[in-house]
Nanobody
Framework: QLVESGGGLVQAGGSLRLSCAAS????????MAWFRQAPREERERVAI???????DVADSVKGRFTISRDAAKDTWYLQMNNLRPEDTAVYYC??????????WGQGTQVTVSS
């Protein structure tokens, strides 16, 4: 189970940190990612962290977003800096295990005002 928190309303140029707390068979998670979906847009993967520690972010957020993990808390984070209005979306964390993105958070709204 994945539970997200940390969304909200922020002005352009501001920062937010999203959290994704995992429970259950967390040892089986091969990767955790953050996706986002804006109205009338396709879902986009913005950041991923593999179990090895390797991370990657989408070009649209490179240099602004960072994904990290606190292993002791089984919690993953998405630090979002220098937010832009086009970052407005519902953000979801998702866990990759058993060969697919099988676990999803409930989603958290991020709104960036200009």
């Amino acid at each position: 189970q994945l539970v997200e928190s940390g969304g909200g309303l922020v002005q352009a140029g501001g920062s937010l940190r999203l959290s994704c707390a995992a429970s259950g068979r967390t040892f089986a998670i091969h990767a955790m990612a953050w996706f986002r979906q804006a109205p009338r847009e396709e879902r986009e993967r913005v950041a991923i962290r593999w179990r090895s520690g390797t991370t990657d972010v989408a070009d649209s957020v490179k240099g602004r977003f960072t994904i990290s993990r606190d292993a002791a808390k089984d919690t993953w984070y998405l630090q979002m800096n220098n937010l832009r209005p086009e970052d407005t979306a519902v953000y979801y964390c998702a866990a990759f295990h058993e060969g697919d993105w099988r676990s999803w958070g409930q989603g958290t709204q991020v709104t960036v005002s200009s």
